[in-house]
């Protein structure tokens, strides 16, 4: 099992920034990649951008010259810089780890930050 923390969600007015991070404990070899997912009322839950264990990075179109995704992996940790943030981007936001063990693949989610953006 893999224990995801997430922090460093709340509201900020649009053209502002947050930061999400998000720590892994527990059963993280094998981790594959790390990345950020979110959910509007109303949506389906949609991909933000993924980061694998060698750095390649995902990003939607959405969000792409504006979010960025990093990870340390000493500290198991991804984290998602957010700029100039639109209402739109308003939603929760979730943490997940994909781990693959002998070619099967597992998915972890964190509980959800919920990200604010109004004036």
């Known amino acids: 099992q893999v224990q995801l923390v997430e922090s460093g969600g709340g509201g900020v007015q649009p053209g502002g920034s947050l930061t999400l991070s998000c720590a892994a404990s527990?059963?993280?070899?094998?981790?594959?990649?790390m990345g950020w997912y979110r959910q509007a009322p109303g949506n389906q839950r949609e991909l933000v951008a993924t980061?694998?264990?060698?750095?390649?990075?995902n990003y939607a179109d959405s969000v792409k010259g504006r979010f960025t995704i990093s990870r340390d992996n000493a500290k198991n940790t991804v984290y998602l810089q957010m700029n100039s943030l639109k209402p739109e981007d308003t939603a929760v936001y979730y943490c997940?780890?994909?781990?693959?063990?002998?070619?099967?693949?597992?998915?972890?989610w964190g509980q959800g930050t919920q990200v604010t953006v109004s004036s």
């Open positions: 997940n780890v994909r781990r693959v063990v002998f070619a099967t693949s597992y998915d972890y």
């Open positions: 527990g059963s993280i070899r094998s981790i594959n990649s």
């Open positions: 980061i694998t264990s060698v750095g390649s990075t």
